[in-house]
């Protein structure tokens, strides 16, 4: 069992930068491959990053390359996004998740091939 907990969603000027953490608690997170979703309102939920167990490989999607950058710590447990050049379309909850299946490998883009999620922190971009 992994428990995840986010953190460091706001309100945000279009333009601007937030850091998001992502912190896990259980068993052996460095087993795990972890990600980054959102869900704006009336949406699907979104793929936006990933990063293998090891921290080795990492996979964006299109809408946010360039802008955005996943990291780990695998001795604090915790994943982090960066994101910059921030847009009124970044606008969403962001979840942190966790992986098993194919975990030293990046670009697992359906939710459903997610072991565990947090609750996930709202961003907020205003124009």
């Known amino acids: 069992q992994v428990q995840l907990v986010e953190s460091g969603g706001g309100l945000v000027q279009a333009g601007g930068s937030l850091r998001l953490s992502c912190a896990a608690s259980g068993r052996a997170f460095s087993a795990y491959a972890m990600a980054w979703f959102r869900q704006a309102p009336g949406k699907e939920r979104e793929f936006v990053a990933d990063i293998s167990a090891r921290g080795v490989d990492s996979y964006y999607a299109d809408t946010v390359k360039g802008r955005v950058t996943i990291s780990r710590d695998n001795a604090k447990n915790t994943v982090d996004l960066r994101m910059n050049s921030l847009k009124v379309e970044d606008t969403a909850v962001y979840y942190c998740?966790?992986?098993?299946?194919?975990?030293?490998?990046?670009?697992?883009?359906?939710?459903?091939?997610?072991?565990?999620w947090g609750q996930g922190t709202q961003v907020t971009v205003s124009s």
């Open positions: 998740a966790a992986r098993s299946l194919s975990s030293a490998f990046t670009g697992y883009k359906q939710p459903t091939r997610y072991d565990y």
